[in-house]
C-alpha cells in the first residue's frame, strides 16, 4: 500500500482482515482515533528521559576523555542533533503507517529473519536493561529510605536472600512493582506521567545548577576545571567517540521507536516532537550537568560523578529526598521507554495469538526479577563485554532498517502483504521468510564495528562501534540491493528481448 507521500489512514475492513489472519491489537497498525500523540507528548517523553542517573554517570567519563568542560557541552549537544535524526527518521515508518517496530522489522528483515534482531532487542536487551536499571534505582531508593527509617538497613541482620540483603531485596520488590504498574498502563498512562514529571525535574535541575555556580563561586572555576589530558588521542576523535557513546544510549530506543511513533497524530508532529525534545533537552542537560558535576566536585573537593552520592552530601534532608526521588522517577520514564514496553510487544508479536501487550509486561517482569540482576553487577567486566556488543549489533541494525525503508523502498511499505496470514505459502510475498542480504549486512556491519577486539591495529574502529556498524551496514546493504535490482532489471530486459 503506497501512500503518496502521506501518512496511512486504516480502515476498519482492512484491521478486521488482519485479525482475522491472527494478529492482536497490538501488532495491528494504529487506526486514526488511537492516535492520540501529539508533538507536546514527544517533547516531554524525551526531555524528560535525559535526565536519569545513568546519563549523569556518563557525562562524568566524558570529563575524564580530557576535553574542556565547554568542549563536553558542545559534543553533547552535537549528539542531541545525531540522536534526533536518527530517531525521527527511523520513526516515520511507525508513524506513516501505524506499525509497531515488530512489524517494522519484519518489513526489513522478512517474517522470520526479524525474529533474531527482535528477540536480542526486545526480549534480551530489555529484559536485561529492566532488571540492571531497577537494580540501580533500588540503590537509591534504599538510600532514602534509611534516610527516613535509619534502622531499616539492619533488617535482616546482615542475612541474604538470593545473594541480596533484606533491605536490599525489599527496596528492589518496591521499585521494581512501580515499574511494572507503568508498564501495564503503557503508553497512555506512560504520557501523563512524564507531562507531570517533566516541569518538576527542570524546576529541580535549574535549581541545583543554581545551587553548584553558587557552590563553586561562580561559572569561571567550573569553565576552567580539567581532569585529564587527552595525550595522544586527536580532540576530534574524541568528540566522535562521545557522539558514538550518546548514540549507542539511544541504540535501542532508536532502534525500536517505531512502538512510539505508531501512536503520532502524524509524521510531522512525532518530527517536530522528538527533534525539539531530544535537542533542547540535551541543551539543557548539557549545561546543567556539567555544572551540577563540576560545581559539586569543586564544592566538596571530591571527584564523585554518581549524582545520588553527591546529593547525598546536601546537609538539608527533605532536599536530599526529594531530588533522589526525582532521579528515581526519571529512571522510570526511562525503564518504561526504553525497556518494558518494547519487550512486550516483542513477545507479543513472537507469540500473537497467546501474548498480549499486557502479559508480555508480566512475563518479562517476572524474567527480569527471576535472572537476579544484582548478581550480574557483580561482576561489572562481564557486563560491559555483553552490552559493548550487545550496542554494536544494534548500530548495523539500525543502519539496515534505515537503508531498506529510505533507499530501497523509498518508504513504501505495503501493509496487506506485511500482515500475511503465515498459514498460506506465499512465495511472492516480499516480506515473506528471511531476507538474507539484510542479515548479512548486519553481520557484516557487526564483524567490522568489533574487528578492533580481534586485532589491536582496528581497536579505533571498536571505540566507535555504534557509528562504525551503523555506517557500515547501511552502506553494504544499500549496494547489495541496488546492484540485485539492476542485475534483476537486466534480467528482464533480456528476456524481453
Same mark, same amino acid.
Given at each position: 500500500?503506497?501512500?503518496?507521500?502521506? !501518512?496511512?489512514?486504516?480502515?476498519?475492513? +482492512?484491521?478486521?482482515?488482519?485479525?482475522?489472519?491472527?494478529?492482536?491489537?497490538?501488532?495491528?497498525?494504529?487506526?486514526?482515533?488511537?492516535?492520540?500523540?501529539?508533538?507536546?507528548?514527544?517533547?516531554?517523553? =524525551?526531555?524528560?528521559?535525559?535526565?536519569?542517573?545513568?546519563?549523569?554517570?556518563?557525562?562524568?567519563?566524558?570529563?575524564?576523555?580530557?576535553?574542556?568542560?565547554?568542549?563536553?557541552?558542545?559534543?553533547?549537544?552535537?549528539?542531541?542533533?545525531?540522536?534526533?535524526?536518527?530517531?525521527?527518521?527511523?520513526? +516515520?515508518?511507525?508513524?506513516?503507517?501505524?506499525?509497531?517496530?515488530?512489524?517494522?522489522?519484519?518489513?526489513?528483515?522478512?517474517?522470520?529473519?526479524?525474529?533474531?534482531?527482535?528477540?536480542?532487542?526486545?526480549?534480551?536487551?530489555?529484559?536485561?536493561?529492566?532488571?540492571?536499571?531497577?537494580?540501580?534505582?533500588?540503590?537509591?531508593?534504599?538510600?532514602?529510605?534509611?534516610?527516613? =527509617?535509619?534502622?531499616?538497613?539492619?533488617?535482616?541482620?546482615?542475612?541474604?536472600?538470593?545473594?541480596?540483603?533484606?533491605?536490599?531485596?525489599?527496596?528492589?520488590?518496591?521499585?521494581?512493582?512501580?515499574?511494572?504498574?507503568?508498564?501495564?498502563?503503557?503508553? @497512555?498512562?506512560?504520557?501523563?506521567?512524564?507531562?507531570?514529571?517533566?516541569?518538576?525535574?527542570?524546576?529541580?535541575?535549574?535549581?541545583?545548577?543554581? =545551587?553548584?555556580?553558587?557552590?563553586?563561586?561562580?561559572?569561571?572555576?567550573?569553565?576552567?576545571?580539567?581532569?585529564? +589530558?587527552? @595525550?595522544?588521542?586527536?580532540?576530534?576523535?574524541?568528540?566522535?567517540?562521545?557522539?558514538?557513546?550518546?548514540?549507542?544510549?539511544?541504540?535501542?530506543? @532508536?532502534?525500536?521507536?517505531? !512502538?512510539?511513533?505508531?501512536?503520532? +497524530?502524524?509524521?510531522?508532529? /512525532? /518530527?517536530?516532537?522528538?527533534?525539539?525534545?531530544?535537542?533542547?533537552?540535551?541543551?539543557?542537560?548539557?549545561?546543567?550537568?556539567?555544572?551540577?558535576?563540576?560545581?559539586?566536585?569543586?564544592?566538596?573537593?571530591? /571527584?564523585?560523578?554518581?549524582?545520588?552520592?553527591?546529593?547525598?552530601?546536601?546537609?538539608?534532608?527533605?532536599?536530599?529526598?526529594?531530588?533522589?526521588?526525582?532521579?528515581?522517577?526519571?529512571?522510570?520514564?526511562?525503564?518504561?521507554?526504553?525497556?518494558?514496553?518494547?519487550?512486550?510487544?516483542?513477545?507479543?508479536?513472537?507469540?500473537?495469538?497467546?501474548?498480549? *501487550?499486557?502479559?508480555?509486561?508480566?512475563?518479562?517482569?517476572?524474567?527480569?526479577?527471576?535472572?537476579?540482576?544484582?548478581?550480574?553487577?557483580?561482576?561489572?567486566?562481564?557486563?560491559?563485554?555483553?552490552?559493548?556488543?550487545? @550496542?554494536?549489533?544494534?548500530?548495523?541494525?539500525?543502519?539496515?532498517?534505515?537503508?531498506?525503508? *529510505?533507499?530501497?523502498?523509498?518508504?513504501?511499505?505495503?501493509?496487506?502483504?506485511?500482515?500475511? !496470514?503465515?498459514?498460506?505459502?506465499?512465495?511472492?510475498?516480499?516480506?515473506?521468510?528471511?531476507?538474507?542480504?539484510?542479515?548479512?549486512?548486519?553481520?557484516?556491519?557487526?564483524?567490522?564495528?568489533?574487528?578492533?577486539?580481534?586485532?589491536?591495529?582496528?581497536?579505533?574502529?571498536?571505540?566507535?562501534?555504534?557509528?562504525?556498524?551503523?555506517?557500515?551496514?547501511?552502506?553494504?546493504?544499500?549496494?547489495?540491493?541496488?546492484?540485485?535490482?539492476?542485475?534483476?532489471?537486466?534480467?528482464?530486459?533480456?528476456?524481453?528481448?
Amino acid at each position: 500500500m503506497g501512500t503518496d507521500g502521506k !501518512d496511512c489512514r486504516i480502515s476498519e475492513e +482492512e484491521l478486521a482482515r488482519y485479525r482475522d489472519r491472527g494478529y492482536n491489537d497490538d501488532l495491528l497498525p494504529k487506526s486514526a482515533e488511537k492516535r492520540n500523540m501529539s508533538s507536546i507528548n514527544y517533547f516531554t517523553l =524525551w526531555m524528560g528521559s535525559v535526565h536519569n542517573i545513568p546519563n549523569y554517570a556518563a557525562v562524568g567519563g566524558f570529563l575524564f576523555l580530557g576535553l574542556s568542560p565547554v568542549n563536553v557541552m558542545i559534543a553533547l549537544v552535537i549528539s542531541a542533533l545525531l540522536v534526533s535524526l536518527f530517531m525521527a527518521s527511523n520513526g +516515520e515508518a511507525g508513524s506513516r503507517y501505524g506499525i509497531p517496530f515488530a512489524m517494522h522489522l519484519r518489513s526489513t528483515y522478512g517474517n522470520l529473519g526479524a525474529k533474531a534482531p527482535g528477540i536480542i532487542r526486545g526480549v534480551i536487551v530489555a529484559i536485561a536493561w529492566f532488571g540492571l536499571q531497577n537494580y540501580t534505582g533500588s540503590l537509591a531508593l534504599t538510600i532514602i529510605i534509611s534516610k527516613v =527509617w535509619p534502622g531499616f538497613l539492619s533488617l535482616g541482620g546482615g542475612a541474604t536472600i538470593l545473594g541480596i540483603s533484606v533491605p536490599g531485596l525489599i527496596s528492589f520488590t518496591i521499585f521494581w512493582l512501580l515499574n511494572v504498574a507503568i508498564g501495564l498502563g503503557g503508553g @497512555g498512562i506512560l504520557n501523563k506521567f512524564t507531562g507531570i514529571l517533566s516541569p518538576v525535574i527542570y524546576i529541580v535541575i535549574f535549581g541545583m545548577t543554581a =545551587w553548584a555556580i553558587w557552590a563553586a563561586g561562580g561559572l569561571a572555576p567550573i569553565f576552567a576545571y580539567s581532569q585529564g +589530558e587527552a @595525550g595522544s588521542v586527536n580532540p576530534a576523535f574524541i568528540y566522535l567517540m562521545i557522539f558514538s557513546s550518546v548514540l549507542a544510549v539511544w541504540a535501542a530506543p @532508536g532502534a525500536s521507536v517505531s !512502538d512510539f511513533t505508531q501512536n503520532a +497524530e502524524s509524521t510531522r508532529s /512525532q /518530527q517536530i516532537g522528538q527533534s525539539a525534545g531530544l535537542i533542547v533537552g540535551y541543551m539543557i542537560f548539557a549545561f546543567c550537568s556539567v555544572v551540577i558535576l563540576l560545581g559539586s566536585s569543586i564544592a566538596f573537593n571530591v /571527584q564523585e560523578w554518581d549524582i545520588t552520592k553527591l546529593i547525598n552530601r546536601w546537609d538539608s534532608l527533605p532536599a536530599v529526598i526529594f531530588a533522589t526521588l526525582l532521579f528515581l522517577f526519571t529512571t522510570i520514564s526511562t525503564n518504561a521507554t526504553g525497556n518494558i514496553i518494547p519487550a512486550a510487544y516483542q513477545l507479543s508479536a513472537l507469540f500473537p495469538k497467546r501474548v498480549t *501487550y499486557k502479559k508480555g509486561v508480566i512475563i518479562a517482569s517476572i524474567v527480569s526479577f527471576a535472572i537476579m540482576p544484582w548478581n550480574l553487577m557483580a561482576n561489572s567486566a562481564s557486563i560491559y563485554e555483553f552490552l559493548n556488543f550487545v @550496542g554494536a549489533f544494534l548500530g548495523p541494525v539500525a543502519g539496515v532498517m534505515i537503508a531498506h525503508y *529510505y533507499f530501497v523502498t523509498r518508504r513504501t511499505i505495503d501493509l496487506n502483504a506485511l500482515y500475511m !496470514d503465515v498459514s498460506r505459502k506465499d512465495s511472492t510475498n516480499p516480506y515473506a521468510g528471511i531476507r538474507w542480504e539484510a542479515i548479512f549486512a548486519t553481520l557484516a556491519g557487526l564483524v567490522i564495528s568489533y574487528a578492533g577486539k580481534i586485532i589491536p591495529a582496528l581497536k579505533s574502529l571498536t571505540d566507535i562501534s555504534w557509528i562504525v556498524g551503523f555506517a557500515s551496514a547501511l552502506i553494504i546493504y544499500t549496494i547489495i540491493m541496488k546492484v540485485a535490482a539492476r542485475r534483476a532489471g537486466q534480467s528482464r530486459f533480456s528476456e524481453t528481448r
